[in-house]
């Protein structure tokens, strides 16, 4: 199974961008990471197969939704109320089992080629 991430951009604090990823295949949790330079890779959200659990770092709830179509093997990341500080590259992950905690890199054995994602102050 193969992730393809879309949708990152320049944008103006305060705006919206909506990332999606695409699998070639289906797969049970999927979600999404970002990394800024000279840091680690950060956890931003996750979504179980059903959608019925999300997850969210601290930092982006309440402005990021993250949904998923599974007829499209598809998930998205809605990001609402972008700051400069959510300035990073965005990676699409996806897990095929369940290991450890949705919050964890761990958890996930797929990841996409990230998208960046530029917030201007």
């Known amino acids: 199974v193969q992730l393809q991430a879309c949708g990152g951009g320049l944008v103006q604090a305060g705006g919206s961008l909506r990332l999606s990823c695409a699998a070639s295949?289906?797969?049970?949790?999927m979600g999404w990471f970002r990394q800024a330079p000279g840091m680690e890779r950060d956890f931003v959200a996750a979504?179980?197969?059903?959608?019925?659990?999300?997850y969210y770092a601290d930092s982006v709830k309440g402005r990021f939704i993250i949904s998923r179509d599974n007829a499209k093997n598809t998930v998205y990341l809605q990001m609402n109320s972008l700051k400069s500080e959510d300035t990073a590259v965005y990676y699409c992950a996806a897990s095929t089992r369940y290991i450890g905690s949705p919050r964890s890199p761990s958890h996930f054995n797929l990841w996409g080629q990230g998208t960046q994602v530029t917030v201007s102050s």
């Open positions: 979504i179980t197969w059903s959608g019925g659990s999300t």
């Open positions: 295949g289906r797969t049970l949790t």
